[in-house]
């Protein structure tokens, strides 16, 4: 992580000086006299950005993940905040609402994400 640079300044700073701060690399300034509560926002605010950054940086990743498994019709609904989406399955001929994929009967074989052990019917969202 790259510390911030904040350089303390005269209260009759002009703003040719801020900005001569600036141009020379310093990533904000803060007028004397300095209370503590703005300190201490800017430094928070500059300790989140990386943070920020990294978490950006992984959606974009999960969002190519998804890009490449799923249809784009399916992201979009994702986007929007479906939480359930019903989708035909072609190679088998079933329906899928399963909220956990990792637990959706269509490739497990078993009712995991109703909380039961046994197979569906073909085609059937019950238990046999």
């Known amino acids: 992580m790259q510390l911030p640079i904040i350089i ?9 000086t801020i900005k001569a701060c600036m141009e020379a690399g310093a990533n904000d300034c803060i007028i004397k006299p300095i209370r503590q509560a703005e300190l201490m926002a800017r430094l928070s605010t500059y300790i989140m950005l990386p943070q920020l950054a990294a978490a950006d940086a992984d ?3 999960n969002l190519r993940l998804l890009e490449a498994m799923l ?3 399916i992201i979009e609904r994702l986007k ?3 939480k359930i989406i019903a989708e035909q399955h072609k190679q088998v001929g079933k329906y899928c609402m399963c909220r956990d994929m ?3 009967w269509l490739y497990s074989g078993g009712c995991l994400s109703y909380g039961c052990s046994t197979r569906h019917q073909q085609g059937s969202m019950q238990c046999a």
């Open 8 to 16: 303390m300044l005269p209260h009759d700073s002009t703003h040719d």
């Open 59 to 61: 959606r974009a990743v």
């Open 71 to 73: 249809p784009p019709r």
């Open 80 to 82: 929007i905040g479906s």
């Open 102 to 104: 990792s637990n959706c």
